[in-house]
């Protein structure tokens, strides 16, 4: 990946695939410049980072505002006062958090998210990072057999099996206690296993295992094998990067480009974040 030179901003790549952090940029107080060359990090580098920000609810929403459509959260509890933003939370005494599994959000609905704004309000001592994967690197390593043979698919994406569902026991109740609406979990989606992406034009894998559930025209047992493969090839460590979150840290992933895995290695300690999820456009 080369390196791009920015004018308005100091731009630190986390990775030879993927992540960058831009430092010398106030959220809160951002001009058209400074904006302009943060849309390109973020189109190179698909996921990217911001440190010691200060940001009330109206500076994420501005900020979130600046890329698309906010999408309201059906799900996650909302802030008090700001349903745009939602609540992503584990408490001292939760064992289990949100987004453990390697996934990418929103891709059960008809037009996916073009991407998540979180931002860092409390974090734990010591854990708490946040996994990023490359869905570019994902598909460019493929052998060309395999991506001739995806090139004609469509995959089924949901949201009923991972929101839909109750708690049946003591430890998934750990977490179903912070996913609402439970009944708004009604979300089928048909998109293609491989896209292109809408702004770089480069091709990417459109999977993930935590919403899709088979391949169009494929039964489910039939789909598993080469999901499972898929899956596993998607996560590389060679394709990743990997976030330390501090308080006032804000991360920013392009959900058509990237997975992402929030990593659950902070046992009696507390992480509470603010997420505004941004609109995409159709990916077929």
Same mark, same amino acid.
């Given at each position: 990946m080369g390196q791009t030179a920015y004018q308005t901003i100091d731009v630190h790549p986390?990775?030879?695939l993927l992540g960058a952090e831009i430092k010398g940029v106030?959220?809160?107080?951002l001009d058209d410049e400074q904006f302009t060359e943060i849309r390109q990090v973020?189109?190179?580098h698909s996921v990217i980072f911001f440190r010691d920000q200060d940001l009330t609810p109206e500076h994420h929403i501005a900020f979130a505002n600046r890329w698309g459509e906010i999408n309201v959260n059906r799900f996650f509890k909302p802030v008090e006062g700001y349903p745009m933003i939602a609540e992503v939370s584990k408490e001292p005494d939760q064992e289990k958090n949100i987004g453990s599994n390697w996934h990418t959000d929103h891709s059960y609905d008809q037009i996916p998210a073009? *991407?998540?704004?979180l931002y860092a309000h409390e974090v734990p001592e010591v854990g708490g990072d946040t996994m990023f994967a490359s869905m570019y690197a994902a598909y460019d390593t493929l052998?060309?057999?395999?991506?001739?043979t995806l090139s004609g698919l469509n995959a089924i994406h949901s949201s009923r099996h991972t929101f839909g569902r109750k708690p049946t026991n003591q430890r998934n109740q750990d977490i179903g206690g912070r996913i609402r609406n439970r009944e708004l979990a009604t979300q089928d989606a048909v998109h293609p296993v491989v896209i292109r992406h809408p702004d770089t034009g480069r091709k990417a894998l459109y999977i993930n295992s935590a919403f899709t559930v088979q391949f169009e025209g494929w039964t489910k047992e039939e789909s598993q094998p080469l999901l499972q493969y898929l899956y596993r090839?998607?996560?590389?460590p060679t394709f990743t990067c990997r976030f330390h979150w501090e308080?006032?840290?804000? *991360?920013f992933w392009d959900n058509r480009a990237t997975w992402h895995c929030a990593l659950n290695d902070y046992p009696g300690q507390r992480r509470f974040m603010h997420r505004i999820t941004v609109e995409g456009v159709s990916l077929s």
């Open positions: 986390l990775s030879g106030n959220l809160a107080d973020f189109l190179e073009l *991407g998540s704004i052998s060309d057999g395999l991506k001739e090839h998607a996560v590389n308080k006032g840290s804000v *991360g």
